[in-house]
Every structure is written in structure tokens, then in C-alpha cells.
């Protein structure tokens, strides 16, 4: 079950549906089958100008669900949830999935805690802020996988990510709290091959039959793209839980197939929105929509084009 905001797509030729439908026809895509919960329903992303639509609410949601639980077919392996901008919503998928892992106790969650990201080196939310200790003292623990932002990682620890050992660092004090997995999918770190690549960190830890704790780490070196995407954390978070799923044990190939996955679809839709804009115009939002759809094999079946290295 994915639960999160549902966004039309700009309209223009070629356009996809956006956010929690992508995320949603990327993992039937990849062969799950998937009901989707739409936290909000707008007509297009907020990232054109102007924006119409419905936002569910903590109500509207325990309703939905006590129609799935009334037919017995709220029966479900893994969670999915995204950007919300209310508490008792918020509260009330903690219960929701507080009540899935009672019926299977091998369901996982998967959060990506959306909150805020950086710009300039400067961290902002935009989100209310009161979402910050509901996703840090009640979201965080029930999840099993998270997929923080470097901003959105040191809201939720409370300490600062200046070096790749501070970031190791936060990663063991957000397993602290409960998740298994947690990547941080950006940050601005200095990245070996230099200033126009992004760097993303990730951390397995897993509890073995002895008692005893192993933690796989991975840090990627992705190429920036001059350009600003709506919904790709959206598309990471649908992309990250169905290669852990396939691939459960190795977070290096998950991530690996993950991120490569995600460049073919972002150099797609720059070379896409770029043709479309003409020599010497910026693309518009409606231009940068993911091309998912024309990206369908590469979700399928991504070439591995950024690799991981382990630390």
C-alpha cells in the first residue's frame, strides 16, 4: 500500500502522471501489485505556480482503511509513505501500520520522511514544523527502511553532517531509533570526482541468529543535473523498496540498480524538456516532467551506471 500525494502531470505532450501514481506504476512496473491511498489530489505538483485540489484527512484516512479492513483485503507485505503536511494524518498511518505489522510481522515500511531539503548549503522545511518530533519520536521507530535528504537526516538526529564520518555517524544514530536500512539519498559532501557529482550514503544493519550486528555501508557518486525535478524522492523511495526486495541481503546492488535507474530517467527527461524548451530557453515544470514512461526499460532492467563503493 503506497500512501502519499497523488499529482497530475503538466498536460503537455508527453507528460506523465506525478509523484505517488509514479511511484505506483513503477513498482507494478517491476511487478507488485499496489493499492495507493492519495494524501493529497491536486491538479499538478507544486511546482507550477498555481495548484487546485483536495488534501485528505486524518478522518478520510481511518475511513478508507476501515473499508479495506471490512473486506479482509487489507493484507499487505510493505508500506510506502511520502509527503504529508499534517500531524494527526501522520499519527494516524503510524497506527495504521502499527496494526499491519500485528497481522505480519514480516511487513516493511518504507518512509521517506519528507520535511525540507538544502539550498545553497542552507536547510529549510516545507513542511509545518511541528511534522519534525511526530516523523522523529513515533514515524521513524515503527519504519523498517527511510530515505532522508542530508537536511532531513539532521533534523531528525539533531546533529550536523559536515563530513562523511559525521554522516556514518547520524546513519548509526537513526538505526538507533529503529530502521534497518537508512540512505541518505544527497548531500553536499565533497565528492572524489568533483563538484558536479552528488554524493548518496547507505546503511544496512542486520541482527544475526548469534545476537550479533552487521552493518553493510555504501557510499555513490552520482552526475548533478542542472535542472529541478519535482517527485524524484518519490521515484527513489518506489525504486529503493523494490530492489530490496530482489535483492534483500545487498544493499550495494539495490542502490546500485536504484540510482542508475534514476540518472537514465533524469537524462532522459533533461534531454526531453531541453529539445522541447529550444537553444538558449530554460525548460518550465510542465517540460521537466519525469518521462517515465519512456523510461519503462530502464526501470525494468537498469544498466549499471553508477556504482557503489563499499566503505
Not at 510481522?105 to 522545511?125: F, T
Not at 537508512?182 to 544475526?208: E, M, P, W
Not at 535542472?227 to 530482489?246: E, R, S
Not at 534531454?271 to 524548451?277: D, I, L, T
Request: proline share 4%.
Amino acid at each position: 500500500i503506497i500512501i502519499g500525494p497523488f499529482l497530475w502531470g503538466g498536460g503537455g505532450s508527453g507528460s506523465n502522471t506525478m509523484c505517488r501514481l509514479f511511484t505506483s506504476r513503477c513498482r507494478k512496473v517491476l511487478g507488485f501489485e499496489v493499492d495507493t491511498v492519495n494524501s493529497v489530489q491536486f491538479s499538478n505538483h507544486t511546482g507550477y505556480a498555481h495548484w487546485k485540489g483536495q488534501v485528505l484527512n486524518s478522518d478520510e484516512l481511518h475511513e478508507l482503511y476501515e473499508g479495506l479492513k471490512l473486506n479482509n483485503v487489507n493484507q499487505y507485505d510493505y508500506v510506502l509513505t511520502g509527503y504529508t503536511r499534517d500531524t494527526s494524518f501522520l499519527a494516524m498511518v503510524v497506527d495504521i501500520v502499527q496494526e499491519l505489522k500485528q497481522q505480519n510481522s514480516n511487513l516493511v515500511y518504507v518512509c521517506d520522511p519528507v520535511m525540507g531539503d538544502k539550498w545553497n548549503g542552507e536547510g529549510s522545511m516545507y513542511v509545518p514544523k511541528d511534522l519534525l518530533p511526530v516523523y522523529r519520536d513515533k514515524v521513524v521507530p515503527v519504519a523498517d527502511i527511510i530515505t532522508p535528504n542530508q537536511f532531513e537526516a539532521e533534523l531528525l538526529t539533531g546533529r550536523k553532517i559536515r563530513t562523511e564520518k559525521e554522516a556514518l555517524e547520524v546513519m548509526d544514530m537513526l538505526h538507533a531509533m529503529g530502521p534497518e536500512t537508512v540512505v541518505i539519498t544527497s548531500s553536499d559532501l565533497q565528492a572524489s570526482l568533483g563538484n558536479n557529482y552528488l554524493i548518496a550514503l547507505g546503511s544496512h544493519r542486520k541482527t544475526k541468529a548469534d545476537g550479533t550486528k552487521m552493518t553493510q555501508r555504501i557510499r555513490m557518486e552520482s552526475p548533478k543535473v542542472d535542472a529541478v525535478f519535482v517527485g524524484t524522492g518519490d521515484l527513489f523511495a518506489a525504486m529503493l523498496l523494490a530492489w530490496t526486495h530482489k535483492h534483500p541481503n545487498n544493499l550495494k546492488v539495490a542502490c546500485e540498480k536504484t540510482v542508475s535507474a534514476m540518472q537514465h530517467v533524469l537524462q532522459r527527461t533533461i534531454k526531453s524538456a531541453k529539445a522541447q524548451a529550444g537553444e538558449g530557453n530554460k525548460p518550465n515544470s510542465a517540460q521537466l516532467e519525469l518521462r517515465m514512461v519512456q523510461s519503462k526499460k530502464d526501470i525494468e532492467n537498469p544498466d549499471i551506471i553508477v556504482k557503489a563503493t563499499v566503505l
